[in-house]
């Protein structure tokens, strides 16, 4: 039994690390030429403010009175620019949003975890493509685009990590360091000649990474005044910087700016999830080459209920996927297109001729397709030209956008299909096999000799041969190592399945004997509840109408006839734990009352069934220590949550059942 846990301990494992090489791989391919629009760019320099853990309806509501806690940014809205909403991917953490904006692609799950602070892998950026950039902010964010820089021109000022304090009475300080950094340098910069020649020059970028707002939501909370007026103190500050920027350059008109946000926020001050408060962002744009406000005479057709309180239905507004501002930044300046950018620029934020939007458009086709003919080659190469099916698309640039992208999801993908039968085959035959020695062993069927030798030789010289011709066609394909084994797991875990044929032989002639209505309603009732449980990972509600229908058991299985108290209780424990999944997920302070009658709930239950039993049937020895155990723990888990209580309480009353 010890052997045959630790292989099937063994084989789930790696039915799991099939998941990262089939869904979490990195989308990043490499050897890409940089492509740029041949006309000259409407900007000479971009300066990118990102206020980290800025909600959209933080900034575009109205104050009661009808005034704006941003009212520089307001006016930007109402008269000097394009304004919309950034929609974010999951996760919604600082890192992924940044690089999603400033590099314009969406970071892989695996290529997140691989590192904070630093490139896990090497990818291009619109830092990377000017210039010279200057930024400031926190340690976390700027280095990393540093680091995947060529050359040295992409200069960071930072503070010092330990003054990101989540606990801080007032974060602001942090947005605050960055405008007088910022302030400071320009000052400095009219006496400093060299450094005066290097901004003079175009396709510059000043990037400020504020992260007040952040800290100070993920400690007071997204309604809290220390947030809101977080946010005031940013609005002040970048006006402030924005006429320092045009007083240095002269009032020339050739700067641009882009005002946004990383990620949202829940009303609970964390972040990293799908909530609209999290994906929703805001987007101002203004300055060289950017549309005005422009104002519209019906109100726009946007069905989530924010309009109406922003106030804002009489201005055009231009939502855009986060990854699109990376191209539109590279517009402005004349810069190439990252080379991994996967978005599309968004053409309403231009104001510049039909010709430049159209040569814009066509370099951020051509930046695509290089991608996609990259790809597409890899993927040619590691296959075998009979099975290689090559995607079709039309060559035109709008649709050329689309369907380019449609064929690097395609390659990136293209094994998918491959793997996931291989594991599904693999999972099959295990469970099959885990099915065939359950019978053996405990069901009365007729033991079958073992196999002859010769059958055992020939099914064993089939499964070699099977395994070596797998191991050729990979080889020749140039797979990775994790194909191998996800590929030849199931040649074991079926050959298994063959030697205990005679189980399965005397299982297929007892089968007419079988109560054929308590098989099939069991495998419904198994059914259901995978399926229920599968649906529950979306809607956590579906766990309450599982546990619901769970708690008529008795009553199906006709207990309630043999064991009423007991079945009584079963009852009001399952309803009593299915409130559980109708609970808020996440809260910043414990119900300790909900928890404590939770706890003394389970402690009572379980005295009183001990006490109970004695007047029945005397309990073993081993039955009274487990008792005692449980009882403890019911007494521990006062503090604890509410569900590990009542699945003691359900425990403790199914035992003798």
């Known amino acids: 039994m010890i052997t045959f846990f630790l292989v099937g301990l063994t084989v789930h494992v790696v039915f799991f690390v099939s998941i990262f090489d089939i869904y979490f791989t990195s989308p990043l391919v490499h050897?890409?030429?940089?492509?740029?629009?041949?006309?000259?760019?409407?900007?000479?320099?971009?300066?990118?403010?990102?206020?980290?853990?800025?909600?959209?309806?933080?900034?575009?509501?109205?104050?009661?009175?009808?005034?704006?806690?941003?009212?520089?940014?307001?006016?930007?809205?109402?008269?000097?620019?394009?304004?919309?909403?950034?929609?974010t991917r999951v996760p919604t953490e600082s890192r992924p949003g940044h690089v999603a904006l400033i590099a314009g692609f969406y970071e892989d799950v695996s290529a997140v975890a691989k590192g904070w602070k630093e490139n896990p892998v090497e990818f291009d950026s619109v830092f990377n493509e000017s210039r010279h950039t200057w930024c400031w902010g926190s340690p976390d964010i700027l280095p990393m685009f540093a680091k995947g820089a060529t050359g040295d021109h992409v200069y960071t000022h930072t503070y010092p990590a330990a003054e990101e304090d989540f606990a801080s009475t007032d974060a602001s300080k942090l947005d605050t360091w960055v405008f007088t950094q910022v302030k400071s340098f320009f000052k400095s910069a009219k006496s400093n000649s060299t450094l005066k020649a290097s901004l003079l020059e175009d396709k510059n970028v000043f990037f400020l990474h504020l992260l007040g707002i952040d800290t100070n939501g993920h400690a007071h909370r997204p309604m809290s005044q220390e947030y809101l007026d977080n946010i005031g103190l940013v609005d002040a500050g970048l006006a402030e910087v924005v006429s320092i920027i045009e007083d240095f350059f002269g009032n020339d008109g050739r700067t641009a700016y882009v005002f946004t946000s990383d990620h949202g926020m829940t009303n609970w001050g964390s972040h990293g999830a799908g909530h609209p408060s999290e994906t929703l962002t805001p987007l101002v744009v203004w300055g060289a080459g950017v549309q005005k406000a422009q104002r519209v005479s019906e109100p726009q057709p946007y069905n989530n209920g924010y309009l109406q309180d922003w106030k804002l239905e009489h201005l055009r507004r231009v939502d855009v996927s986060q990854a699109d501002i990376a191209p539109l930044m590279a517009s402005l300046i004349g810069v190439p297109i990252p080379v991994n950018s996967v978005g599309v620029l968004p053409l309403p934020y231009l104001n510049n001729s039909d010709q430049f939007k159209a040569e814009s458009m066509y370099t951020n086709a051509i930046q695509v397709l290089e991608q996609f003919k990259v790809k597409m080659t890899q993927k040619k190469e590691t296959t075998l030209s009979f099975l290689f099916t090559s995607y079709q698309y039309i060559s035109l640039c709008q649709s050329l956008i689309s369907h380019s992208l449609e064929g690097l999801v395609y390659y990136h993908t293209y094994d998918r299909f491959f793997l996931g039968c291989s594991v599904v085959l693999g999972f099959v035959g295990w469970t099959s096999y885990v099915v065939l020695v359950i019978l053996k062993t405990h069901a009365?069927?007729?033991?079958?000799?073992?196999?002859?030798?010769?059958?055992?030789?020939?099914?064993?010289?089939?499964?070699?041969?099977?395994?070596?011709?797998?191991?050729?066609?990979?080889?020749?394909?140039?797979?990775?190592?994790?194909?191998?084994?996800?590929?030849?797991?199931p040649v074991p875990v079926w050959y298994s399945v063959l030697k205990e044929s005679g189980t399965l032989t005397d299982l297929i002639r007892t089968a007419p004997s079988l109560p054929l209505w308590k098989c099939f309603g069991y495998f419904l009732l198994v059914a259901f509840g995978i399926e229920l449980l599968v649906v529950s990972f979306f809607h956590r509600t579906m766990l309450t109408v599982g546990l619901t229908a769970l708690s008529l058991w008795p009553l199906l299985s006709g207990l309630f006839c043999k064991a009423k108290s007991r079945s009584l209780s079963w009852f009001v424990g399952c309803l009593c734990l299915a409130l559980f999944p109708l609970m808020p997920v996440v809260g910043r302070e414990p119900n300790i009352h909900l928890v404590t009658c939770a706890g003394t709930l389970a402690l009572v239950t379980s005295a009183s069934y001990l006490w109970s039993s004695r007047h029945r049937t005397p309990l073993h020895l081993g039955d009274r220590q487990?008792?005692?155990?449980?009882?403890?723990?019911?007494?521990?888990?006062?503090?604890?949550?509410?569900?590990?209580?009542?699945?003691?309480?359900?425990?403790?009353?199914?035992?003798?059942n």
């Open 444 to 489: 009365s069927l007729n033991r079958h000799p073992n196999l002859s030798k010769q059958v055992r030789t020939e099914r064993r010289a089939l499964c070699t041969c099977i395994a070596v011709v797998i191991i050729l066609f990979l080889l020749i394909q140039r797979s990775p190592i994790t194909y191998y084994i996800y590929c030849l797991l």
């Open 626 to 656: 487990q008792f005692v155990v449980q009882v403890t723990t019911a007494r521990v888990t006062v503090g604890k949550h509410m569900s590990v209580c009542l699945c003691l309480c359900i425990t403790v009353f199914a035992k003798k």
């Open 31 to 87: 050897g890409m030429t940089p492509h740029s629009t041949p006309l000259a760019p409407p900007a000479s320099r971009l300066v990118l403010v990102v206020a980290d853990g800025l909600r959209a309806d933080s900034l575009f509501t109205l104050l009661p009175n009808g005034s704006s806690r941003t009212p520089y940014l307001r006016h930007l809205i109402e008269n000097e620019g394009t304004w919309g909403v950034s929609h």
